[in-house]
């Protein structure tokens, strides 16, 4: 709650910008900082009800990440006459929007207003924005208007240290994310491979699962490079890179292990689970036609090895080494096939 006396709310004003200060200096962790910023914020304000709102880097749709108090979950049905959310309205035109009593102010649309929005309820949005980019907006009901009046820069500074918590974090998600990308592919690297690997063996030595590594290769990759150029080699790569991640479960991970050697990591995913995979990624080599859109229509083929936790190893090398162990010998005998750690060559098709 705000202090009473001028200096005293000064005094508590300079702590909450040290406290926040002192959050996004100690943590990169977005959670953290945007709870330390939002409890400040609440316990400030007091707001019946209040929101964070955050826009999606990729969809650019808003979302609420955080809701907290009576109504919260029924706050984004509150339209304008123009039939936009508050919410829409200030990520349009990056302003604060003020109402000091919704149940009352002709520009909120009566047919919105929700039965918990009692007497006189004062909202207030106030964007988060950064170099004239909304990121967010935050929402504040039943607000105290003498309170926001006398500190509504307070308010605003705090949405502008949301705004440097998001940037930070999505500035240090790109690096990290360019760190264990391929840039040809957008596949995961095989640096990443090992790390992914190491997680999966952790966790299904500790639960008692199974995991399955494929490791292909492209047969007779040089040929299109020598044939067509390096440039479209690169796009043909990007293209299986595409088609990887299609065939591919969501929990799955696939890699560009180097050159047009690819790797797949099957989490919960049994050695003959894995084989079924590799072999019904076998059938959509034989079946597809590479860069149409190119007119090209190449014709490539695969070949395939496969290893699984804990039969076949308990490292990430040993596991990395046999399934790498297995595509080399189905290259040895002739390529386009699938080869089985312990086994040997399986075929392509099931028995």
């Known amino acids: 709650m705000a202090p009473g006396t001028e200096n005293d709310r000064q005094l508590y004003e300079l702590k909450i910008f040290h406290d926040v200060a002192k959050a996004l200096t100690s943590t990169l962790d977005l959670d953290t900082i945007l709870q330390t ?7 400030y304000f007091e707001p019946a009800t209040w929101s964070l709102v955050m826009i999606d880097e990729s969809s650019q749709e808003p979302y609420y990440a955080a809701s907290v108090g009576r109504g919260a979950e029924s706050l984004g049905q509150l339209r304008l ?3 936009s959310t508050l919410v829409d309205w200030v990520i349009r035109n990056g302003e604060p929007l003020v109402i000091e009593n919704v149940n009352a102010d002709p520009a909120v649309d009566p047919d919105s207003r929700q039965t918990w929005l009692d007497g006189s309820c004062p909202v207030v949005c ?5 170099a004239g980019k909304i990121l967010g907006v935050i929402e504040l009901v039943n607000i105290d208007m003498e309170v926001y009046t006398r500190s509504q820069m307070l308010l605003q500074t705090l949405a502008d240290y949301a705004a440097i918590a998001i940037e930070n974090a999505r500035a240090v998600g790109r690096i990290q994310e360019l760190s264990i990308t391929d840039d040809c592919t957008g596949l995961y690297n095989a640096r990443h491979l090992f790390t992914m690997i190491a997680e999966e ?4 030595a500790r639960f008692g699962y199974e995991f399955t590594l494929l490791f292909l290769d492209l047969d007779h990759f040089k040929r299109v490079n020598d044939q067509y150029g390096h440039i479209v080699g690169s796009r043909l790569l990007a293209e299986v890179g595409d088609c990887l991640r299609e065939s591919l479960r969501l929990v799955d991970a696939a890699f560009r292990y180097g050159g047009d050697e690819f790797a ?7 050695g ?3 084989l079924r995979v590799a072999r019904r990624i076998a059938k959509v080599f034989h079946e597809r036609l590479w860069l149409p859109q190119e007119a090209f229509g190449l014709q490539v083929r695969a070949s395939i090895g496969i290893a699984t936790y804990p039969t076949d190893g308990t490292t990430p090398q040993i596991i990395v080494q046999h399934a790498d162990d297995m595509m080399y010998a189905v290259k040895q005998a002739g390529r386009d096939n699938i080869a089985v750690s312990g086994v040997g060559i399986v075929g392509l098709d099931e028995d």
């Open 126 to 130: 106030m964007p988060v924005k950064t």
């Open 81 to 83: 006459s123009d039939g």
């Open 272 to 274: 003959e689970a894995g």
């Open 201 to 204: 063996l952790h966790r299904s």
């Open 37 to 43: 910023i939002m409890e400040k914020m609440a316990a």
């Open 264 to 270: 797949i990591l099957l989490p919960q995913t049994s």
